[in-house]
C-alpha cells in the first residue's frame, strides 16, 4: 500500500479533503494533474463569493456555518488573509418574491438588515437603486481568496505529511474489496480508499458519471473604480442584483469588493453553455456577452469604468438539479467522489474537506451530505 487515502484532484474540494485527512493523521497521497493553484481549476480568477443566508442560488444550508468556521480556521492556521468579511447585500425590487422572503427571514433578526432605496443609497453609493428597490444585508459571508485558499491547505497538507503527485493526470482508477489501484505518469499506485474530486473533468476520469455532470463554461471580468475607496471591502460588500421582472437567476449579476485594490468584479450568474472538459481554455469572450454586462453594469453601479480590463473564462461541472454528487460511488469499491458543484461550491469546500475526510475514514455519510449520491438520478427516472 502506498497510502491509506489517495485523493485525486487537488482542487478546491480535494485541496481541503487533503487537509482534513492529514490533520487528522490518515496517511495521503494527493494527485492533480497540473501544479497546486493552477489557473484552470473552478478555483480560478481570485475570489468566491460566500453568501449565508442569502445564498441566491440554494438559500442557507447546514454546511455553511460550518464552513465559516473552517475558513477561519485555516487563515489562523496558514497565517494567511483568506476570508475577507465584507458582509453581503441583495439588492431587488420590493415586490419580488424572492425579496418578500427576505424581508421575511430578516424579520426573524439572524443578522439580517432590510434598507430602503435611501439607506441603500446612503450606505452604498455606488449601487443605483430607485424607490422600488430594497436591499436585504447580512453581516456574515464575504469573498474567499479562492486560489491561495486551495494553495494553504495543500500545504498545511503537505506539513502533515501528505505527499503529493502533480503534473500527471491519474488515468486510471480500479478498486475491490482489498482498495484502490491508480496510474498517474505511467506508475501504478495503490491505497486503501480513494476521495475523487476531479471537478469539470469529472465525465474524464470517471466516465458513468457523464450524464450526470456535465461542464459548463463561465466568466468573470473585472472594471476598473473611479474612486477605490468606494469600492473596499468595509464599504462596498459581495452583492447579488436581481433582475427586475425576470424569475431566473440567470438573469442576476453579482460582484466583489475590490479585492486587488483597484476594481470590481462583476458577472453573471449564469453559464455560458456546454463545453467538453479540457485544459487548454479559451479566454475569448463574445462581444455581445462583454456588450450585455456593460448595459447591466450601467444600470447597477456607478463610478466604475465602462470597459472591463481584466476577463477570465472558466469551466465547471453542472448537475441537472444543480446540487453536488457526494459519497460513495457505486460500483467501484473503496471509491468517494465530489463533483458537480454547480457554479456554487466554493463557499462550502472548507466544510466539504471535513465531510469526505470522514467518510473516508469512518465510512458513514452524515445527515448534511445524504441525499446528494448518485443514486438520486437513477430514483428520479424510476
Ligand atoms: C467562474 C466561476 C465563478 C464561481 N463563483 C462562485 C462563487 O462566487 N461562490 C461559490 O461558492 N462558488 C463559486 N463557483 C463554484 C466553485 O468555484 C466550484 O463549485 C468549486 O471550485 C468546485 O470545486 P471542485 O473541487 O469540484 O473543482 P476544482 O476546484 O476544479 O478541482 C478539481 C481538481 O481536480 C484536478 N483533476 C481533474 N482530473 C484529474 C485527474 N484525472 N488527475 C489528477 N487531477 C485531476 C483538477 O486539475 C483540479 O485541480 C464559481 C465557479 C466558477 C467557474
Known sequence: MDADVAVVGLGSMGSMAAWQLAAAGTDVLAFEQFGIGDRRTAAGGESRALFRALEPRTGPTPLVDRAIQLWEQLEEESGHSLYVRSGTLVIGKRSSARMRALVDLAGGGRGLEVLDHL??????????VGPDDLAVFENQGGALRSEPAV??????????????????????????????TLEAGGRTYRARKAVVTPGLWTSTLLPELAPHVVTRRCALSWWAANDPALFTPERFPCFVRESAGRARSGAEYFGMPALDGSSVKFAKLDTYGLVAPTDRLDQYLEDAVIE???????ESLTGLHDYPHRIHVAMEGFTADGAPVIGPLPGREN?????GFSGGGFRIASAMGEVLAGIATSGTVPESVAGLSVERFAAARS
Open 151 to 180: 494553495v494553504a491547505a495543500a500545504r498545511l497538507a503537505g506539513k502533515r505529511g501528505a505527499r503529493f503527485v502533480t503534473g500527471h493526470p491519474v488515468t486510471r482508477i480500479e478498486s475491490g474489496p482489498a482498495g484502490v
Open 119 to 128: 439607506e441603500t443609497r446612503r450606505r452604498y453609493p455606488a449601487h443605483i
Open 335 to 339: 471509491v468517494i467522489v465530489a463533483a
Open 292 to 298: 450585455t454586462d456593460r448595459a447591466r453594469l450601467r
